[in-house]
C-alpha cells in the first residue's frame, strides 16, 4: 500500500490517544472519589485496570501516528512550534514535579489545624495519652452502608489514626459490598466499628471519640469478663433457642469477650468474685430471702445488677410476693402491677419507647433515632433515694399509652383507660440506679422479652447489651477532658439589610466594574 494512503490513517492515532486521555483522567476521578467514600463501586479494581488500559492506549495511538506518518512527526518534534511547545513542556514538567515534591513532603510529614473557637475536632489529653502508649498496632474496620453518612467517623478515625503516629489504622467497609466480611466480624447494625488488636477485637456501637478509647483501653487491658444470669426460677434459656430465649444476647456477649454462664445462688451460696454483671431476666418464681441476702452483699461490694420481670398476669402471680422487689424498692425503683397498652402499636400489648425520651446516659446514648420494642412491659415508677443514689429514668412510652391494672379485661378484649384505675401516660419503661459511695450500679426494665431472640434488634440489643457494658463498668474505662462547646446563633438580617444587600450585588458591584472598564478605555484613548 502506498506511503500517502497510509499516512492519511495516521490522525486516527491521535484520536485514539485523546479518547484514551480522556477515559485516563475519568478513571482517575472516580478512584479519587471511590477513595473519598463519595461513590462506591462493587469492584474498586476494575478503576486500576482500566486506567493502566487507558495509559497504555495513549502510547500505542502516538506509536500508530508515528509509524504511519513519520515525515510529519519529524516536523513536529523539530519546527518552530515544537520549540516554543518544548520550553512550555518544560516549564510544565517543573510546575508538576514542585507540586509532586510538596505533595509527597505533606504526604510523608501530615499536619492538621483544628481552627475551631472550641476544639471540637481535637482528641482530648487522655486519648492522645492512649494512642502513644499503644505497643501493637491497632485497626479499626467502619461497617457503614451507602445510607448511612460517614462524614464524621470518617473525620473521627482520622483524628485517631494522626494522633496515633501509624498505629492505629482503619477502612470502611460497606456491609452491602462485602456481607462475607461483615458475617466473620458478626456486625448485626449499621455503624459498628469493630476495633482490632492481633486476635482480639472489640464492638463499637457508636462512632464517638469516648467509645472508641474505650474500646482501645479494653483491647490494651483484655482481662476476664463475666456475665451470670440467675436460674432456678423459671428464667428465660441462654442456650435452647426460641422466640423468649437469650441465645443472641449470649452470642453478642461472648462477642464482646465476655464469658457468659447461668448462676444458680442457692447452690453457689455467693456471686462469684469475678462477677462484672448479674443478669436476672425473667424470673416465674420468687426469690428466696437467702438469695436476695446474697444480692445485697454482691452490691455492698460494687456489683453490678440488671432486673428484668414480666407484669403479673395471673391471680397467682399478683398475690405472689417477691423479696426481689424489696431490694429494687431499696434502690428507688418500684414495679408497678399493670401490662402497659398502647393503641399506636399492633398488637397494642407492645409498648415502644419514645427515642425523643431517651436519657443522656451510657445505657441510651447511642440509641437515639431507634426505637426499642418492650412486649408485654409493666411500668415503673422511681421514689425517693439516698443522697448517695443517683436515679436516672431512661426510656419512656408515649403519652397515648396506658398501664392497664384490669387484667381480666385482656381477656374478653374491653381493654380501655379507665383514669380512676389505670396509670396514665407517658409510662416509664426502665430505669438506672448508682450508688456513687458503694461503686454498684442497677438498670432494672419492665419487661424481659425485649431482649428475646424474636426481639432482638438494633433498639432492643443495643440498649440491654449498653445496660450490662454499663453495670460492669466497662463503659468508663476512660473519663475525657470536657470540652466546652460554645453556642452559635445565626440573626437573620433586618429587611433594610437585605435590600441594601440585593441593591449592592445587582447595582452597585456591576457599576463600579462597569465605571472601571470605562476609566481604563478613557485613559488608554487619551494617550493616542
Known amino acids: 500500500m502506498d506511503d500517502n494512503n497510509l499516512k492519511k490513517y495516521a490522525p486516527f492515532g491521535l484520536v485514539i490517544s485523546g479518547l484514551a486521555l480522556l477515559a485516563m483522567v475519568g478513571f482517575f476521578l472516580t478512584d479519587q472519589l471511590v477513595k473519598a467514600r463519595i461513590v462506591a463501586l462493587p469492584d474498586p479494581e476494575f478503576l486500576t485496570r482500566g486506567l493502566w488500559i487507558s495509559v497504555a492506549l495513549v502510547f500505542l495511538g ?13 516536523k513536529f518534534f523539530t519546527g518552530r512550534q515544537a520549540r516554543y511547545g518544548s520550553n512550555s513542556a518544560i516549564l510544565l514538567l517543573a ?3 514542585v ?17 475551631t473557637e472550641d476544639k471540637q475536632n481535637t482528641l482530648t489529653p487522655e486519648t492522645i495519652a492512649i494512642l502513644e502508649s499503644l505497643e501493637t498496632p491497632a485497626h479499626a474496620r467502619a461497617y457503614y452502608s451507602s445510607s448511612l ?31 462475607v466480611l461483615a458475617q466473620e466480624d458478626k ?3 449499621d455503624g459498628t466499628i469493630v476495633l482490632l488488636m492481633g486476635e482480639q477485637r472489640e464492638v463499637v456501637s457508636f462512632a464517638s471519640e469516648r467509645d472508641i478509647a474505650s474500646g482501645l483501653l479494653r483491647l490494651m487491658n483484655p482481662g476476664e469478663r463475666f456475665v451470670y444470669f440467675t436460674s432456678g426460677h423459671g428464667e428465660l434459656s441462654l442456650d435452647t433457642p426460641g422466640d423468649t430465649s437469650y441465645t443472641l444476647v449470649k452470642r ?17 451460696g455467693k456471686v462469684p468474685e469475678n462477677a462484672g454483671a448479674v443478669v436476672i431476666a425473667g424470673p416465674q418464681r420468687p426469690f428466696s430471702d ?23 398476669l395471673s391471680e397467682e402471680a399478683l398475690a405472689a410476693s417477691d423479696p426481689l422487689d424489696a431490694l429494687v424498692l431499696e434502690w428507688g425503683i418500684a414495679f408497678n402491677n399493670d401490662l402497659v397498652i398502647d393503641p399506636n402499636i399492633n398488637p397494642a400489648t407492645i409498648a415502644v419507647a419514645d427515642p425523643a425520651t431517651y436519657a443522656n446516659h451510657p445505657v441510651t446514648q447511642s440509641l437515639f433515632g431507634y426505637y426499642s420494642a418492650f412486649p408485654t412491659a409493666r411500668s415503673l415508677q422511681t421514689l425517693d433515694v439516698p443522697e448517695t443514689i443517683i436515679l436516672t429514668p431512661l426510656a419512656f412510652t408515649g403519652a397515648n399509652a396506658w398501664g392497664e391494672t384490669d387484667f381480666g379485661s385482656l381477656n374478653n378484649n374491653t381493654v380501655q383507660l379507665d383514669a380512676g384505675a389505670d396509670n396514665s401516660g407517658p409510662l416509664l419503661l426502665a430505669v438506672a440506679a448508682e450508688d456513687w459511695m458503694k ?25 440491654f447489651i449498653n445496660a450490662v457494658d454499663w453495670v460492669a463498668e466497662q463503659d468508663e474505662q476512660i473519663s475525657l477532658t470536657p470540652k466546652d462547646s460554645i453556642e452559635r446563633t445565626y440573626k437573620a438580617p433586618s429587611t433594610v439589610g437585605l435590600i441594601a444587600m440585593l441593591l449592592g450585588t445587582l447595582c452597585v458591584l456591576p457599576l463600579v466594574i462597569a465605571g472601571a472598564g470605562f476609566s481604563t478605555w478613557l485613559a488608554r484613548r487619551r494617550r493616542g
Open 290 to 312: 437467702a438469695e436476695i441476702e446474697i444480692l445485697k452483699a454482691y452490691l455492698e461490694l460494687g456489683g453490678g445488677l440488671i432486673v428484668m420481670k414480666e407484669p403479673p
Open 252 to 268: 453478642s456477649l461472648e462477642y464482646k469477650n465476655y464469658t457468659v454462664a447461668t448462676l444458680n445462688l442457692l447452690t453457689e
Open 95 to 97: 510546575f508538576v514535579g
Open 99 to 115: 507540586l509532586f515534591f510538596i505533595n509527597a513532603l505533606v504526604f510523608d510529614n501530615p499536619q492538621t489545624w483544628d481552627l
Open 149 to 179: 453518612p460517614t462524614e464524621s467517623a470518617s473525620r473521627l478515625l482520622e483524628n485517631f489514626k494522626l494522633g496515633s503516629k501509624g498505629k492505629f489504622t482503619y477502612e470502611f467497609i460497606n456491609p452491602e459490598f462485602n456481607p
Open 187 to 189: 456486625v448485626e447494625r
Open 62 to 74: 502516538l506509536a500508530v501516528t508515528a509509524l504511519l506518518d513519520p515525515e510529519g512527526t519529524r
Open 439 to 463: 461503686t454498684a450500679r442497677v438498670v432494672v426494665f419492665g419487661d424481659s422479652e425485649l431482649a428475646g431472640d424474636s426481639f432482638y434488634q438494633q433498639g432492643n440489643g443495643d440498649i
